[in-house]
């Protein structure tokens, strides 16, 4: 069965620090991946989705990055974080059948900017 | 791009009474719409979907529409429950999946 890991579950940086943070999938290839957000008490909005290794689309100019340097491998990177780069990341894994489109979401990363 | 709206972003509700949420989209290519139940510190997940060859799809005590000439879909909980309390998205997305829009999410309510 496929899963979908993500870590670290919670994290707390100072302002101009690195991000970076890891979604990895098992039981697929070439899966489609996306970053979302989440900031408290609002929706999931789409930061970046990737098709295929070293595909990557960005829906939200900002100073996040993403990469996808394996199959199953999905990266969101910061090289300076920010106050407002704080909310709930999520990595997401889409499986594109022909019966359900569903997207499974990993458990999430809780991140806070200090 | 596809531009999901979503309707109310708070819902209040008595236990047994029925809950709406709705959604519009933006992009007619759109085929598929999932709904998505978010519980309090859990991960968002598929609770029912459709496609848009199909006007409504029902599972026992919620239902879908879409409206496809006016870009509109809809959740419908009958008899709700108190564990029906969570946030629920509704979600766009083009065929096999690719680039899923989510709406802004609906916090429902279930008051025992």
């Known amino acids: 069965s496929q899963t979908i890991h993500q870590w670290p579950a919670t994290l707390v940086q100072p302002v101009g620090s690195p991000l970076s943070l890891e979604c990895t999938v098992e039981?697929?290839?070439?899966?489609?991946l996306y970053w979302y957000r989440q900031a408290a008490g609002r929706g999931l909005q789409l930061l970046f989705y990737?098709?295929?290794?070293?595909?990557i689309s960005s829906e939200v100019p900002q100073n996040l990055s993403a990469s996808r340097p394996q199959d199953r491998q999905f990266i969101l990177s910061s090289k300076k974080l920010l106050l407002s780069d704080s909310g709930f990341y999520l990595c997401?894994?889409?499986?594109?059948?022909?019966?359900?489109?569903?997207?499974?979401f990993g458990q999430g990363t809780r991140l806070t900017v200090v | 791009g596809e531009n999901v709206e979503q309707h109310p972003s708070t819902l209040s509700v008595q236990e047994g009474d029925s809950a709406v949420i709705k959604c519009t989209y933006s992009?007619?290519?759109?085929?598929?719409f999932p709904w998505y139940k978010q519980e309090l510190g859990k991960r968002p997940q598929l609770i029912i979907d459709?496609?848009?060859?199909?006007g409504e799809k029902k599972d026992q005590r919620i239902a879908v529409t879409l409206n496809k000439t006016a870009k509109h879909f809809s959740l419908h909980i009958t008899e709700t429950q108190p564990e029906d309390s969570a946030v629920y998205f509704c979600?766009?997305?083009?065929?096999?999946?690719?680039?899923?829009?989510f709406g802004a999410g609906t916090r429902l309510f279930v008051k025992a």
């Open positions: 997401a894994w889409v499986s594109g059948g022909r019966v359900r489109t569903e997207a499974f």
């Open positions: 990737s098709v295929g290794i070293g595909q």
């Open positions: 039981g697929t290839s070439n899966p489609n």
């Open positions: 459709i496609r848009s060859n199909v």
């Open positions: 992009d007619s290519a759109s085929n598929y």
């Open positions: 979600a766009a997305s083009m065929p096999g999946g690719f680039k899923t829009i």
